[in-house]
């Protein structure tokens, strides 16, 4: 709504000619439109050619700009409010006939007076502000005093806390307007319900403004008076220290110099002239009879939050770029007040951490990647541990049908886990996941591994992750709205096709499946076989990789990557695979068949013949959290075999005693550690030399030819060490042998990464300056 609309409306003089108690409050018979001016977004003042008074349009909003903002309510309120005597505007009328402005609007009296901004302040005395905080003060206590019976809501009196209610509010509007991950925004979620404030008998449930800041009260044109509150359309029950919270944010938010139209004044309060902030907290207290002042900044937090979810609604609805800044801006002042009430550990990770000194070492790893590390643990002890043998349990009893479905204990723990931020972690974009760094993903993942559910369980399981990671890198807006979106949020699954049957998948040269271009699209035809996920019912998508050009004669430019839809009548999956017996229900692997599948031209990811190039970059990562994900696994089955030690007794004498086991140990722990280390450095090289660096190439080709077979050997160990027991399903050390020896040969087998090593050695070895050094070289006789 415009102010040339308002101005052009001939219908809006009709209707206020028709509404009696209007023209009574004007004091007129024909109420004559003389002039329509804006005072603000979506309101507008009217004055008349027969009359001094003056009225104010309140418009609804085209689109809910910010959270909870309603017109309906911002009327109802004034109503309740003017009848137990609180300053408020008074209202006129309300009208819902859309045809005359088409939105809804209310009018209220205009009253002249004083609305004061930071730059008003500054020119203002220090006794003038603090008379003004004063009754600023006041007038929120007297707002908070009210019954909730004068308002017909005395059936909620009872009731004193709602903080659990707007913590989830907030949580539902961030995740439904997300558009950037923002880890200050989702720590605040998930600290905030963890430390929901002590009842307070003044911090009672009462009417709250909702967006409550001096920039809302009108003042009397020459008193320092209150004459209204203005503004009720976020108004709603809340605690009553969530006003006085948002009174106080500006104390909080620093002064950015312009940078933000969010600025606060923190770091420049003497500078605008701001009155002392425990001077306005007294006043409301005061006003409230108490002299006891609690700590407020929980609700302080809150208030900043909501603030910042806000600029991320207008970020997403106007794709101007200030109003993420502004989020980012106001959430870490938001952060920064949980880090002064935790001494800088929200998460009570510093102990930990410390007492794991041996674990973090002298890694490049921040407190964040810590706190998700230790947030992941408890999970795993509370909520991943209890359930595992069951899952797996039903897992092996399924019927391996070409349709499998989902565990629902696996998808209520992913729903959890996502509500608790832990969910795509390994998505270093911050775009799209948490920003973390490969090598603090490496630690993340190795502690998911001692789970075989709980990458599924955090959104970090394969295939997804490698085709998250291609869709993010090639996908173009269409593709990554339809399939990325779903895929990151865990709506449904997908599949990666590249591995075929009867050839070696690992040269171009030999793949047989075909994509050849036609009108608006692509046939496609052949099989492939090893398809992971594709039994899986929530399966809603595939990446396929085939023969898109016959010319070989640059074999690395022949194939292309392509997007079929699921289901489709011409794709069938023949079989399921099992690997040495083991289905893996509900994910499984598949033989499926393309019967000339036409696949629309905008499904062809990235270029026409750059499939290679892709699925290096997708493989890389996929290499590498396979070897990390085997390496949870193998520890696992190491503290197994210790405890297993302690309680075995041979020959009148514990396992654990034995001279032969415990060298036995000794070289399978050096083992393992020389395994974490080689992952460890390969996630370091991905961040400080690159992905596309041949050191990083020779470190992730070294973690998977060393690491499956060297896990494989250790799980071999601990099953010895159990007996019969271990190689039955009543452990978890037969499922860890199978993905240890399985995954020598996925991403490509040992022997291609060895032989690639290999090329690595001598290159570094022909630069080597030392090699015709005098007495380096091999001695002469």
Same mark, same amino acid.
């Given at each position: &709504?415009?102010?040339q ?15 009696s108690s ?6 007129? $018979? ?40 309603s ?68 007038t ?49 979620? %998930?600290?905030?319900?963890? $430390? ?19 920039? +809302?009260?009108?003042?009397h ?32 938010i ?26 306005v ?62 001494d800088?550990d929200?998460?009570?990770?510093? &102990? ?6 041996? !674990? ?5 790893v ?11 643990k ?14 797996l ?35 270093s ?7 973390l760094?490969? !090598? ?11 789970s ?24 173009t807006?269409?593709?990554?709205e ?10 449904? +699954?997908? %599949?990666?096709? &590249? ?12 793949? +047989? ?29 595939g990446?396929i &990789? ?23 009548p011409?794709? +069938?999956?023949l ?7 083991? %289905?893996d ?79 036995r140990?000794g070289?399978?722990e ?59 399903e ?29 090329r ?6 022909l ?15």
């Amino acid at each position: &709504m415009s102010l040339q609309e308002v101005e052009k409306s001939h219908l809006l003089g009709n209707y206020l000619n028709s509404s009696s108690s209007l023209l009574v409050f004007l004091g007129v $018979n024909d109420a004559q439109i003389e002039e329509v001016q804006q005072l603000a977004q979506f309101i507008y003042k009217l004055s008349f050619k027969n009359t001094n008074k003056k009225i104010v349009l309140h418009t609804k909003q085209t689109e809910n700009l910010v959270a909870g903002h309603s017109i309906e309510k911002d009327f109802v309120i004034a109503q309740k409010l003017s009848a137990v005597n609180f300053p408020v505007t008074k209202t006129l009328f309300y009208c819902a006939d859309q045809s005359i402005l088409g939105v809804p609007f209310y009018a209220t009296e205009f009253i002249e007076g004083r609305l004061f901004s930071d730059q008003i302040l500054i020119g203002m005395t220090t006794e003038e502000k603090r008379v003004i905080y004063q009754e600023v003060a006041k007038t929120l206590a007297h707002l908070h005093s009210i019954s909730l019976n004068y308002l017909g809501l005395g059936q909620l009196e009872s009731q004193t806390s709602h903080y659990q209610i707007v913590n989830k509010k907030l949580y539902n509007t961030y995740k439904l307007n997300e558009t950037k991950i923002s880890t200050n925004i989702e720590d605040l979620l %998930y600290w905030l319900p963890l $430390n929901l404030p002590q009842q307070s008998e003044l911090d009672n449930l009462c009417l709250v403004h909702g967006d409550f800041s001096l920039s +809302k009260v009108l003042f009397h044109p020459t008193e320092p008076r209150i004459l209204a509150i203005l503004d009720w359309q976020t108004a709603q029950l809340g605690n009553a220290f969530t006003d006085l919270a948002s009174l106080l944010a500006p104390y909080y938010i620093p002064y950015s110099n312009g940078r933000h139209n969010v600025d606060g004044w923190q770091g420049v309060e003497r500078l605008v002239g701001a009155p002392n902030q425990q001077d306005v907290i007294k006043s409301y207290f005061n006003a409230r009879s108490t002299q006891n002042i609690p700590d407020i900044r929980y609700q302080i937090t809150l208030a900043i939050l909501r603030k910042s979810i806000d600029q991320q609604i207008l970020f997403k609805q106007t794709k101007d770029i200030k109003y993420l800044n502004n989020s980012e801006f106001l959430s870490k002042a938001g952060y920064e007040i949980v880090l002064n009430l935790t001494d800088g550990d929200p998460f009570g990770i510093k &102990m930990r951490a410390a007492n794991d000194s041996s !674990l973090w070492s002298k890694w490049p790893v921040t407190d964040r990647c810590k706190s998700y590390y230790y947030r992941i643990k408890d999970f795993l002890k509370e909520e991943v541990f209890p359930i595992e043998k069951v899952v797996l349990d039903k897992s092996r009893i399924m019927p391996t049908t070409t349709q499998n479905k989902g565990f629902p204990e696996i998808e209520a723990l992913q729903r959890k886990a996502k509500s608790l931020g832990l969910w795509n972690l390994f998505i270093s974009d911050p775009m799209y996941g948490k920003g973390l760094t490969n !090598l603090e993903y490496v630690f993340l993942s190795e502690l998911m591994g001692l789970s075989y559910l709980a990458h599924e369980i955090f959104n970090c399981f394969a295939p997804e992750t490698g085709n998250i990671k291609l869709l993010i890198g090639y996908g173009t807006p269409y593709q990554k709205e339809k399939y990325l979106k779903p895929l990151i949020e865990g709506e449904c +699954k997908s %599949y990666f096709a &590249m591995t075929e049957k009867n050839v070696s998948s690992s040269d171009p040269n030999n793949f +047989k499946f075909t994509i050849t271009p036609t009108e608006g699209g692509y046939i496609i035809n052949g099989s492939k076989w090893f398809v992971s996920s594709a039994p899986d019912e929530r399966v809603k998508f595939g990446i396929i &990789m085939g023969k898109s050009s016959q010319d070989m004669s640059n074999p690395m430019e022949s194939q292309s990557m392509i997007i079929v839809d699921l289901p489709n009548p011409k794709i +069938k999956i023949l079989r399921q695979v099992g690997v040495f017996s083991y %289905y893996d229900v509900p994910h499984s692997y598949a033989e499926v068949e393309y019967d000339n599948v036409f696949v629309p031209k905008e499904n062809l990811l990235g270029e026409l013949g750059g499939a290679f190039k892709m699925a290096q970059g997708r493989l890389l990562g996929g290499r590498l959290h396979h070897c990390v994900r085997q390496i949870g696994l193998t520890r696992r089955c190491l503290d197994l075999m210790m405890s297993r030690a302690e309680q075995r007794v041979i020959f009148k004498q514990k396992l654990k005693d034995n001279a032969a086991f415990q060298e036995r140990l000794g070289q399978v722990e050096i083992a393992f550690q020389n395994c974490r280390l080689l992952s460890l450095n390969a996630g370091l090289l991905l961040d400080s030399a690159g992905s596309k660096h041949l050191h990083t190439f020779m470190a992730v080709s070294q973690c998977k030819a060393h690491i499956p077979k060297a896990c494989q050997k250790m799980i071999d160990q601990c099953i010895q060490a159990f007996g019969a027991e271990g190689v039955t399903e009543d452990q978890p050390l037969a499922i860890s042998f199978r993905f240890a020896r399985a995954i020598r040969f996925m991403d490509g087998p040992c022997e291609v990464h060895l032989r690639q090593i290999a090329r690595f050695a001598y290159g570094n070895h022909l630069f080597n300056d030392l090699n015709n050094a005098q007495g380096y070289g091999l001695a002469k006789l």
